[in-house]
C-alpha cells in the first residue's frame, strides 16, 4: 500500500466535530488556534523549533480525494452523503503563521498561529502537532548533543532505530538543522541535501577470513573516505594495529586513510591509545570516530576523560529522543467568532500550568540594543504596541512572579510569521542551509547561561499586563458561573 494523501492524517474527533459543526451551520464560523508547549524537553533551557516545511506541504495538499471520500463512508454511517460532498471541494483557506524553522522557542508561547473556518482549523491540529512535537524534540536533542561537541564532525545514525521511516528521514533533517553535520539516510540526503556520510558494519569484516584482508579490500574499492571499524575480534590487539598497516600500504599508493571507527568497549581508553598509536606509526591524520549508544551526557563525560575523538555516529538516543521521547505540544481555541466578532475563550483547569491563555496573541523576542543579546519573550495580545514602542516594562513570570526584570532600550523581534494568507503560501521556505545557519545565528543572541544543558538559567516569557488581566476576567467569570 502506498498512499501519501495525509489529509486522513488526523484523528477522528476532528471529523466528528466538523460533522456536527456543518449540522448546526457554523462550519464557517471563524476560529483561531495556537500550538505552544507547556514544558522544555530534557530539562533543557530552550527548544529549537522545526517542522515547518512539512507542515506548509501538508496544508498545501489536503484535499479528500475519492479513496478518502469512500473510507469515511464506510466508515461511519451517521455522516450525510451531503457533507462527504462538501469534504470533496474542501482546501484550507486561513491563514497561518509560524515561527521559522531554527528558532530559539520556550515554554507557553504562541509557536503556531491558525486563523479560519473552524471546520478547516480544527481538522489541521492532529498532523500539525505530529510533525511540530517531533521535529521540535529531535532538534532540540541535536543541538544539546552539539553543544558539547561544538567542534567535532556529528553524524546522525538513527535510522534503524527510529519509530519507522518517517521520523527517520525528518528527524535527520531535524538533526541537520540544529547543527549535526551529515546522516547516514541516504534518503534524508537525497530528499533533503543532507550530506550523507557512512562506514562499514561488522559484516563486511566477518564476511572475509581474516580483518586485514577486510580492511585492504574495503580500501582498494573506496579508497578517498576509508574509515575502517576495528572492533570486531579486538580493537588494540588486532584492529588498530591491522588499520595500521593498511594505512601504511595506501600511502605506499598516495592514498591517506580517513578514519578508523571504534564501536564498543571503553571509548575514551582506547580512543587515546588508538591516537597514541596511530601517531607512533606516523599517521597523525588518521582520525577517530565513536559509536555505540552516544549521547550529549555520555560525549561530555568520554570528552571529560581525556578522549580523542573526533567525529561522533548518534543513533538511538538521537532519533528516538530516548530519555524524553515525545514534545507535549498542544493546539489550543483562544478565540471565536460570535455575533461577528472574535471573542477570547479560555480552557479551565485544576493545574494551573494547564490554564489556557485567552486572546489571540503575538509574541516578541526583546533584545537588547546594547548587548545584542535577547532579554525576554513578551507574549501580548494582537494589537497592542508597547512594546513595539519600546517603552520600559516591568516583565515577571505570571505562574512564579518573583521571577520578574525591568527591560528598556530594547528592539522588539514578532516571532510569528505569516505563512498562509487566505489559504495561499505567503511565505518563501529557506534552503536547509539558511535554516541551520539562521538556527547558528538564533544561538549567538543568547546568554551561555540560558543555553547550558545542566540547570540552565530559566529564560523569562513575559504575558502583557491586558493579557493576563484578560485571563483573571476570564477565569472568574466562568468559575463565578459555575457556582451560580
Ligand atoms: N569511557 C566511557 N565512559 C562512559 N561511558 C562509556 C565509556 N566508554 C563507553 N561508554 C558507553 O557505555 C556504554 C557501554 O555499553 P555496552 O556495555 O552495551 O557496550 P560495550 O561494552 O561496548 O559492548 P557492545 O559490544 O555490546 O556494544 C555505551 O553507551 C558507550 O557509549
Ligand atoms: O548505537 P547507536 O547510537 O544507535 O548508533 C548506531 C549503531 O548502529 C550500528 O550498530 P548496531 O546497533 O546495528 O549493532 P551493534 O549494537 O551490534 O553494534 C553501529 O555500529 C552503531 O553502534
Ligand atoms: O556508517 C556507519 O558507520 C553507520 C551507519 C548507521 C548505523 N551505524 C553505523
Known sequence: MSYDNLTLHTDKYQINMMYAHWKNGTDSHQAVFEAFFRKLPFGNGYAVFAGLERIINYINHLQFDEETIRYLQEQEEEYDPAFLEKLRG????????????????????????????????????????NFMNFQTLIATKASRIRQVAPEDTLMEFGTRRAQEADAAIWGARAAYIAGFDATSNMRAGMLFGIPSKGTHAHAWVQDHDTEEEAFRHYAAALPNQVTLLVDTYDTLRYGVPNAIKVA??????????????????DLAYLSKTARTMFDEAGLPY??????????????????????????????????????????????????????????????????????????????????????????????????????????????????HPYLFKYVDNYDAVQLLKPIFQAGKQVYELPELEQIREYHRQQLTQFWPEYLRKLN???????????????????IHDYTSAKLE
Do not use: H
Not at 600511502?251 to 578514519?259: C, F, L, N, P, V
Not at 491586558?466 to 483573571?472: D, T
Open 248 to 265: 601504511k600500504w595506501m600511502e605506499q599508493q598516495g592514498k591517506r586513510m580517513s578514519a578508523i571507527r571504534l564501536d564498543s568497549g
Open 456 to 474: 540552565p538559567e530559566v529564560y523569562l516569557v513575559d504575558l502583557s499586563a491586558k493579557a493576563w488581566q484578560q485571563k483573571m476576567d476570564l
Open 286 to 399: 588518521v582520525k577517530i570516530v565513536a559509536s555505540n549508544d552516544l549521547d550529549e551526557n555520555i560525549i561530555f563525560n568520554l570528552k571529560a576523560q581525556g578522549a580523542r575523538i573526533d567525529s561522533w555516529g548518534v543513533g538511538t538516543q538521537l532519533i528516538t529522543a530516548a530519555d524524553q521521547p515525545s514534545l507535549g505540544g498542544v493546539y489550543k481555541l483562544v478565540a471565536r467568532e460570535k455575533a461577528g466578532a472574535f471573542v477570547p475563550v479560555i480552557k479551565i483547569s485544576g493545574n494551573p500550568e494547564k490554564v489556557s491563555t485567552p486572546g489571540i496573541k503575538e509574541a516578541y523576542r526583546l533584545i537588547s540594543k546594547q548587548t545584542g543579546k535577547a532579554e525576554a519573550d513578551c507574549v501580548t495580545l494582537i494589537g497592542e504596541t508597547e512594546v513595539l514602542q519600546g517603552k520600559r516594562l516591568k516583565l515577571y513570570d505570571k505562574l
Open 90 to 129: 474542501f482546501r484550507f483557506t486561513g491563514n497561518i503563521s509560524a515561527v521559522p524553522e531554527g528558532t530559539i522557542v520556550f515554554a507557553n508561547e504562541p509557536l503556531i498561529r491558525v486563523e479560519g473556518k473552524i471546520f478547516e482549523a480544527q481538522l489541521v491540529e492532529t498532523a500539525l502537532l
